[in-house]
């Protein structure tokens, strides 16, 4: 069972936009800022969003995230077929003293 | 461009001992913290350690405290993690990260391919 809690699955039509929850406490996403990393199929992570709503450079602004109170949300708009891939949210916890992901939510292109 | 580059993974038996290298490339070594993270066959990411800049600050996960020890080698531009006690529960692939900053509580902005650990008899 996963720190940071998501839902394991997810899904939209090309266009369409959908949203990616991830839920914490006061000790990692109260406390800490949040990033999102996308792994395509068979390949590593990569840092998709940080600091709760930084794109790094070469991420499409389709993407974007938010964070509230001890929970955060990634948003994926004009969905695309090649943004199927898993999403994982992370933050530090300062109660384990270390990194903590989310479970992980497999984003399905219909 | 900035690399990072896994070796050392492999089939030992459960009670053995294992050790990763990752090496990196196209930034100074020196001024980041780096991580360690594993994915267990079908499953999603788990964080396993991270260390400072400077290798003075080491931090794991309760999974692996006391079996696990990272450190770096500023000269050869090398993070590695020494596995021992490994177990089944240890099997999967271990990437390596660069964090985009020196301080450990920063995004991992850089991935490696990864390495893959297989314990079993």
């Known amino acids: 069972q996963s720190v940071l809690t998501q839902p394991p699955s997810a899904s939209g039509t090309p266009g369409q936009r959908v949203t990616i929850s991830c839920s914490g406490s006061?000790?990692?996403?109260?406390?800490?800022?949040v990033d999102w990393y996308q792994q395509l199929p068979g390949t590593a992570p990569k840092l998709l969003i940080y600091s709760n709503n930084q794109r790094p450079s070469g991420v499409p602004d389709r993407f974007s995230g938010s964070k509230s109170g001890t929970s955060a949300s990634l948003a994926i708009s004009g969905l695309q077929s090649e943004d199927e891939a898993d999403y994982y949210c992370?933050?530090?916890?300062?109660?384990?003293?270390?990194?903590?992901f989310g479970g992980g939510t497999k984003l399905t292109v219909l | 461009e900035v690399q990072l580059l896994e070796s050392g993974g492999g089939l030992v038996q459960p009670g053995g001992s294992l050790r990763l290298a990752c090496a990196a490339s196209?930034?100074?070594?020196?001024?980041?913290?780096m991580s360690w993270v594993r994915q267990a066959p079908g499953k999603g990411l788990e964080w396993v350690s991270v260390i400072s800049y400077s290798g003075a600050g080491t931090y794991y996960a309760d999974s692996v405290k006391g079996r696990f020890t990272i450190s770096r080698d500023t000269s050869k531009n090398t993070l590695s993690l020494q596995m021992n006690s490994l177990r089944a529960e240890d099997t999967a692939v271990y990437y390596c990260?660069?964090?985009?900053?020196?301080?450990?509580?920063?995004?991992?902005?850089?991935w490696g391919q990864g390495t893959t650990v297989s314990v079993s008899s």
């Open positions: 990260a660069k964090l985009s900053s020196s301080s450990v509580y920063h995004p991992m902005d850089v």
């Open positions: 196209g930034f100074t070594f020196s001024s980041f913290a």
């Open positions: 992370a933050a530090w916890d300062d109660s384990l003293n270390g990194w903590v």
């Open positions: 006061s000790s990692n996403i109260g406390s800490y800022t």
